[in-house]
């Protein structure tokens, strides 16, 4: 039988800077940056196995990787790039995550109307008053959105902040589920306008935990296992058990396959996702490395790549 795949963290369009509208043209309609140099940390890392952290400390190294980030965003983050990877890869469905003010729920509502196979988020617009929003959000369910996504640091702001309040619990009281960020790591160099709007901080655990000491009984789940410096994964499940959290999701963007057995020890078959973070990750090497990490193991397996997913978004 056929592979049956959900690849739970994917993006479409520039979410990094406004009015760079890409989701639906060609690549090459933005020209790369002079400061790209054409070496590409993304490639390096999943041609390796994902065996170590997508984020260092190093700061050249960093600018590298914003660099390719900002390359592969206007490369590869298009409904026809997109396509091509799902039938490479063999993904049933992406779950497609907008960033306000970046990118929209109209935008992935779009595309899906093109491709079915994409799934939209919505995201909160907070430039909007609070009522406005919300009505929004409202309309955003009724229109197809499928869960819930913020971006902390982009969008800068806490998830622990009053205005996430009532999105969080709108998502969350009708069992959609909610995903936002993790991980502490800056997505614009220190020439950019962007860096001075934003807040890497935004994207520590220590958020996490006090979300779910407010909403524990909420299908969460925070992107990247918690992060993609090092040790997060760990750190995440840690303050899961300790509060006793049955609805919290990890997903294996940016993970090969020791990241991908680590999630299954930490967190159990029913409760890990595969994902790739596209377009940064490549599919087809990250499907490569699922099935490589379960292939002694078909029923995790499909619980991993189609089953918790599936159950979540109410796919049947």
């Known amino acids: ?15 990094f800077h406004e009015n760079k509208n890409i989701s639906f043209k060609r690549p090459g309609i933005v020209p790369h940056p002079a400061s790209f140099t ?8 999943e041609e390796s196995g994902y065996t170590r952290p997508l984020i260092v400390p190093d700061v050249e190294a960093q600018n590298k990787l914003i660099d390719a980030g900002q390359v592969r965003i206007w490369d590869r983050a298009n409904i026809f790039t997109t396509a091509e990877i799902m039938d490479a890869a063999g993904i049933s469905y992406m779950v497609s995550m ?8 109209e935008e992935a509502l779009a595309a899906s109307k093109l491709d079915p196979r994409l799934l939209p988020f919505t995201c909160p617009d907070f430039d909007l008053p609070d009522d406005k929003m919300m009505e929004k959000l409202r309309a955003d369910i009724d229109k197809g959105a499928k ?21 969080i619990e709108l998502f969350g009281d009708l069992g959609m589920p909610i995903s936002y960020h993790c991980g502490v790591n800056d997505y614009y160099k220190p020439d950019s306008p962007f860096l001075k ?6 994207g ?43 609805n919290v999701y990890v997903e294996s963007s940016h993970r090969g396959v020791d990241g991908m057995h680590l999630m299954l020890e930490l967190f ?19 499907v490569k490395y699922a099935e490589d990490a379960f292939r002694d193991k ?15 978004l109410g796919i049947q």
């Not at 039988?1 to 979410?15: A, C, P, Q, S, V």
């Not at 078909?298 to 979540?312: G, L, T």
């Open 204 to 246: 520590a655990l220590h958020y996490t935990l006090d979300l779910l000491r407010k909403f524990p009984d909420y299908v969460i789940i925070p992107a990247h296992g918690g992060g993609s410096c090092g040790g997060e994964l760990e750190e995440l499940a840690e303050l899961v058990g300790k509060l006793g959290c049955k």
């Open 98 to 105: 907008p960033i306000m003010p970046n990118t929209s729920f």
């Open 268 to 286: 159990g078959e029913d409760r890990i996702m595969f994902a790739t973070d596209w377009p940064f990750d490549t599919c087809t090497w990250s």
């Open 38 to 45: 054409g070496y590409d940390p993304f490639e390096d890392l």
């Open 147 to 167: 869960g819930l996504k913020i971006h902390p640091i982009i969008q800068n702001i806490s998830i622990t902040d009053k205005r996430c309040e009532k999105p």
């Open 1 to 15: 039988m056929k592979r049956r795949i959900i690849d739970f963290h994917t993006h479409l369009g520039d979410i």
């Open 298 to 312: 078909p029923e995790v397996a499909d619980k991993f790549f189609y089953q918790n997913a599936a159950r979540i």
């Open 197 to 202: 709007i934003t807040n890497a901080e935004l």
